[in-house]
């Protein structure tokens, strides 16, 4: 999986503890995203869609089989 | 993160701290008496003791900074990694005690592994079984 967390996190200028925040999480799961090495909940998917202002599938790439 | 969570949140880390304290102090009067059979343990014993109350502290101090900034305690990423070491840690442990039970009645060990040796033994294997797997999920992460 990959993620344009940072690209959009940059867009919002905002940092991986600000995003951590936004989304009730902490910082390391942020981390964790962006490294595509964990995989969200959906509730969490949606949760950091929302606080980036984008959809679920702008931020986060699977690649096809 | 609202103001009733963050809270909750030090009340449960100030818990999870103070036992770890209370737990290490338990441990002095015991080294203490180890100290003149076997000056080795007994020394290691009272200084691993202010070590890890040193240790919980620090950790109480960064975490109570963390969570009045607004991050939580906990979230579904730590949980799942707890839960999952958790459970490693009690498979292994069921293994050591089975493995420790059989050494009991083993006529090349017998004089050595008694019943409280064995009993100490699985208690240090669980804790550190339980800080290795910690380590190892946060870094690996855990599987889907």
Known sequence: MRTRLKEFRARYDLTQEDLARKVGVRRETIVYLEAGKYMPSLRLAHDVAKALKASIEELFLFEED | ????????????????????????????????????????????????????????????????????????????????????????????????????????????????????????????EMVLALFVFLGYFHLKGVPD
């Open chain 2, 1 to 124: 993160m609202g103001e009733n969570n963050k809270t909750k949140d030090i009340v449960r880390l100030a818990l999870i701290v103070g036992l770890a304290i209370v737990i290490s102090v338990t441990f002095i009067p015991w080294g203490i008496g180890v100290v003149d059979e076997n000056r080795l343990l007994g020394m290691a014993i009272l200084v691993a003791v202010p070590l890890a109350i040193g240790v919980s502290i620090i950790f109480f101090l960064k975490e109570r900074r963390k969570i009045a900034s607004g991050l939580p305690m906990q979230d579904e990423r730590s949980k799942g990694i707890f839960q999952k070491a958790t459970s490693y840690t009690y498979y292994t442990t069921m293994y050591f005690v089975l493995f420790f039970s059989f050494l009991i009645d083993e006529s090349a060990v017998k004089d050595f592994m008694t019943v409280e040796r064995a009993l100490m033994l699985v208690l240090a």
